[in-house]
T-cell receptor, first 116, second 114 residues
């Protein structure tokens, strides 16, 4: 079983540009999560999906952020009009439901965003 | 409110020493999960252990062991006979059952010197 994959691994953009990240969860994992991690800090929850439904969003997720999971498989996270404060590692995780390890999240390698 | 505190920012040990990483948590719920993850320099968070709030048994897995004490709201992690490959940032996390999101601590950077 392959793990969670994220693309791109690194993204450098200029302030004001839009960026989109993709996450492919472990197959058959119903839940998918996005977190943001800044230097020296732990990951902070942004949002999560159960299948295609976005069930919770953090206050950290401003109007410039939008996430989708259109067919309940992969997910995208878009940031519009990027700001320097958006520079961070964006982590995706997935978890199974109804399994022994339900509620255990498995993380991808992350996408590191640098906004110049 | 939920909170996870990892007071040790950075620890350095010499290879083969034992080391304990501390984790203290706060929650008003009686049903929750606690986790430890390892983040090596590559950046990917690697799952190490999950413990639910009803199971206070300590656990040992090879050189790793975990001590969960509800009375002190602590979930400490010990590495026995540390190795250079153990060098990483270790995160403790809390999740209340039914909420699914994790609350992470700020992590402890462990450096194991040869």
């Amino acid at each position: 079983d392959t793990g969670v994959s994220q693309n791109p691994r690194h993204k450098i953009t200029k302030r004001g540009q839009n960026v989109t990240f993709r996450c492919d969860p472990i197959s058959e994992h119903n839940r998918l999560y996005w977190y943001r991690q800044t230097l020296g800090q732990g990951p902070e929850f942004l949002t999560y999906f159960q299948n295609e439904a976005q069930l919770e969003k953090s206050r950290l997720l401003s109007d410039r952020f939008s996430a989708e999971r259109p067919k309940g498989s992969f997910s995208t996270l878009e940031i519009q009009r990027t700001e320097q404060g958006d520079s961070a590692m964006y982590l995706c995780a997935s978890s199974p439901t109804g399994a022994v390890d339900t509620d255990t999240q498995y993380f991808g390698p992350g996408t590191r965003l640098t906004v110049l | 409110a939920q909170k996870v505190t990892q007071a040790q920012t950075e620890i350095s040990v010499v290879e083969k020493e034992d080391v304990t990483l501390d984790c203290v948590y706060e929650t008003r719920d009686t049903t929750y999960y606690l986790f430890w993850y390892k983040q090596p320099p590559s950046g990917e968070l690697v799952f190490l252990i999950r413990r639910n709030s009803f199971d206070e048994q300590n656990e040992i897995s090879g050189r790793y062991s975990w001590n969960f004490q509800k009375s002190t709201s602590s979930f400490n992690f010990t590495i026995t006979a540390s190795q250079v490959v153990d060098s990483a940032v270790y995160f403790c996390a809390l999740s209340e059952v039914g909420t699914y999101k994790y609350i992470f601590g700020t992590g402890t950077r462990l450096k194991v010197l040869a």
